[in-house]
């Protein structure tokens, strides 16, 4: 418990110098980066790793931000490999499950990272310990999760306000960081493995400006309790992403997820039929969504069925 003490002293106290650090003092910024797109577009991965999350977010030149890292603990390590990252920016653990968190270690050991967020919980289990180890060989700088927007080549992370500790309790999923990712006139949002007590709080907190989204990322791998008519209603997405793997012992998704979202006219697109799921954001332009594989004509409200490619017409915001 020694390690535990240690990491979130600087947590606390390095916390508020994020912004600063990701925009001008971050050495991996000052370096060339390599251009992964002519259209000047980012991406976003929603990673298949089984029964956990992982996204990657890389911005024009190739900058890398990756979210939650899976439940096992070399699949996201031996994708960014494949891939050609060389360098992370920024690491972010949503919370600290071992479905988000698995993976960590590995990318630490076989990556350099400059930054790394998370909610301030700490867990007692041997994984988180294995996180923070990994974390303070590599001398990576570790900061808890606090309202501000990051800015990372022109792509806008806003980290969503953490409700407050009385209200939230001990659990993990209801401490979940909250991103919201913009680029050009596309949105999406993360929220890990949040809960109604959390997404109420933040739909009726003043502080937070939800407004609606192109894709939403739905929380807690399409759990009847991580996505509610409420938040559906405010964020209005044109598209949702659930990550789980096939034949979950959890029944994920849940049959009242996919029933709201049929209501809704919205096929939702998972990476447990689809493999890999891209968003592709140009800085003008339509959103589009790519799989890693097409099963052909399929229903995305049962099981071994999924969505394949879509496309949504989106204009930058105007601005102020």
Do not use: C
């Amino acid at each position: 418990m020694k390690k535990l003490s240690w990491y979130h002293r600087p947590l606390r106290m390095l916390g508020v110098g994020l912004s600063f650090a990701l925009i001008v003092a971050s050495p991996s910024f000052a370096q060339p980066a390599r251009t992964v797109d002519s259209k000047n577009s980012a991406t976003l991965t929603f990673v298949s790793l089984g029964q956990g999350d992982g996204a990657v977010l890389r911005t024009p030149t190739g900058r890398t931000v990756i979210i939650d890292a899976g439940p096992d603990p070399t699949p996201m390590a031996q994708w960014l490999a494949k891939h050609g990252v060389t360098t992370i920016d920024l690491a972010v653990a949503s919370h600290n499950h071992a479905d988000h968190i698995g993976g960590m270690p590995e990318v630490f050991k076989h990556f350099p990272v400059t930054n790394y967020m998370e909610n301030g919980v700490p867990a007692t289990t041997v994984i988180y310990r294995r996180t923070l180890d990994a974390i303070a060989k590599r001398g990576t700088r570790g900061f808890r999760a606090e309202a501000r927007v990051l800015k990372i080549d022109g792509v806008a992370i806003e980290v969503l306000p953490m409700p407050p500790e009385s209200m939230r309790g001990s659990d993990q999923n209801d401490r979940s960081i909250g991103l919201l990712i913009t680029y050009g006139g596309t949105r999406v949002l993360l929220t890990g493995d949040s809960e109604e007590a959390e997404q109420d709080w933040w739909l009726k907190n003043p502080s937070v400006k939800l407004a609606p989204v192109t894709i939403l990322k739905a929380a807690h791998h399409g759990s009847h309790n991580g996505t509610s008519n409420a938040w559906m209603d405010r964020l209005a997405p044109k598209a949702v992403v659930i990550s789980l793997s096939a034949n979950n012992t959890y029944g994920h998704p849940h049959r009242p997820m996919l029933e709201m979202l049929r209501v809704r006219g919205l096929a939702p697109w998972r990476t447990d039929q689809v493999g890999d799921i891209t968003v592709i954001m140009p800085l003008t332009g339509a959103t589009q969504i790519q799989s890693e594989r097409s099963r052909g004509l399929i229903d995305p409200y049962q099981p071994g069925t999924s969505a394949s490619s879509r496309s949504f017409r989106s204009s930058r915001p105007s601005r102020r």
